[in-house]
């Protein structure tokens, strides 16, 4: 059934997402750089391999635990360019504010971009800003482009997932979800909970350095790492295994999943990248990856099978199989 | 969370398993009929490793699969008065009413937001004096005495602006109807454990009295879910059957009194339709006339009419154990989690979801 007017699940990440992007964006824009739907575009320019990324950032509140939206929105594209395998260099930055936004909290929000900026060793470049009337835009939205270059000998796509690779996941999931869920009005909720938002270029690079083969690198952001793994599968031809005990989760973020309804493995994160990567390696990889700061609670989760392709099963903690499919339906809006 | 860790336990799982297969001899199909359970099973895998001559069946169990049409397209109705702002849980959006949804009333306009408790609902009208704040009841024995509480706050903080359109179920009426019904073949039954919180084991004494047919009250771990199974099969198969409680951490045999007060004293009993089931007499929860100011029925004049149910869903079928999805002539075909055509194919804790999203 095809909707007429843009529903709030359009923006996902899950099944609507892909449905609007193959049904609409594709084919006003179809090309080979674009189609393959990785986290950045991969081409050549003057003899460098560059990755180049955009994103935009709605999140609702704009601040909460452990960030708000300005390094959200530079850990977020530098990661999607770091999932091309590549190292980021430059930014844009694209404002939307509402009238009457507070200077203060502008301030505020471009000092803690500063602050990641520095972090991941990239500059913001060039920019733009846009003020609209009272009402038509939420406080305030950013857009944000990088461009990188892909680090020499690494080739990393969604598609080259092969049978018998292992699945890493960089640590504990679902953290920036369920923070910002427990800061919105209406859910009312006391928590400890901290958004994961992190650079992971670092962890890339040092990945690369034990290992030129890794094949498929992605931040499980919108549609959780479920959502993650299905794109992979689909994009491989493959069928991906997890291990539910392996899946490394925060004992309170598990909690306030289960209070609320929510399967964990569907919820967005910020930080954490999902790494495919060929069994002799893995061990090495893993082990560089717990040497960062952001890989610390770094778990191997799953390995990837000859089929039936495109799924994704996950063998539960008592030893019973499941389909974990793609996200179907909006979980949070305004999540990213 | 930690403590539920132990009801997780492979060991103890792969116990209770072994015991299961050892006792199972003949062919028994056994119901659950809360919507919690039905996505632990799935989620657990529970299924796959029960022996060939056990058959789960998913029951009405999801508070949104057994809403009937006409009530989901009275709270699209209200969505659609000037001023109401709709305050429901977050399984309702996508819902199909007869030709649209609140998702897509949302997506026009309309405002509607979704909320997780009832307080919420509340402070949301606190914040907007000039609106009129509506939540959409719906649930069984274990949601109705929140919205009872939330009632009788609004009345004590002078909220004239806070209302509830109560579509509250009650579960041991639908027991009654599923057995009454000819077709269904069920030999055991999986009581809800939140729903017997509330309500305490007693208050299926009648309904185990008059059909003698195992009944268990169960929790939610894959412990408990294995356990409860086997002592279904294990006075299926002594031929004694039993009403007993395996959630005994949680549950007791009157319940929660203080819970079953609120009920008592903001509801009265009446005859409620539900999906696929029809009328069943006294199995619904109507707003007492002496809080008919926070009824959203009585307050707002709904003209609903024409409802009907999705041509060919045979959600009903799926709720009374007659089909499995799969055996649905719309299941993956036209109906899928992202293109609903029944309500069992949108909440997470329908049984055409649950099977589409864990059994493929």
Redesign the interface.
Known sequence: MKEKSILLDHGSGGKLSHQLIAGTMLPAFDNSILSPLDDGAIFEMVGNRMAFSTDTYVVDPIFFPGGCIGDLAINGTVNDIAMCGATPFYLSVGLIIEEGFSIGELELILNEMKKAAQAARVQVVTGDTKVVPRGVADKIFINTSGIGVIIDGLTVSGSAAQPGDKVIVSGTIADHGMTILSQREGISFESNLLSDTAPLTHMVEQMASISKNIHVLRDPTRGGLATALNEIALSSHVGILMFEENIPIRPEVGGMCELLGFDPLYVANEGKLVAVVPSKDADSVLNAMVENPYGRDAKMIGEVVTGPPGQVFMQTRIGGTRIVDMLAGEQLPRIC | ??HAGEY?N?EI??TILEKIRQASKKEVRLMEVCGSHTMSI????????LPDTITLLSGPGCPVCVTSQWEIDSFIALSQIENVII?TFGDLM?VPGTGTSL??Q???GRDI?????T???I??ARKNPDKKVVFLGIGFETTAPTVAASILTAQKMGLDNYFVYSAHKLVPPMLFALMGDDKVCIDGFMLPGHVSVIIGVEAYRPFFNQFCIPSVVVGFE?ADILYGVFLMIDQLEKNRPQLENAYRRAVTSQGNLKARNLLDKVFYVWDASWRGLGKISGSGLKIRNEFSAFDAQKVFSLNVSGSKEPEGCACGDVLRGYIAPPECVLYKK?C????PVGPCMVS?EGTC?AY?????
Not at chain 2, 336 to 339: D, H, I, K, N, W
Not at chain 2, 356 to 360: N, P, S, V
């Open positions: 969370m930690k997780r492979p799982t792969h799935f989620r657990n895998g529970i299924r796959q490793l305050a996508r998702q897509k949302k997506a026009d937001r979704v909320v997780y408790s307080f919420d609902a402070n949301i894959p036209v899928s989690p992202v293109s997470g979801a589409y999203r864990y059994h493929g």
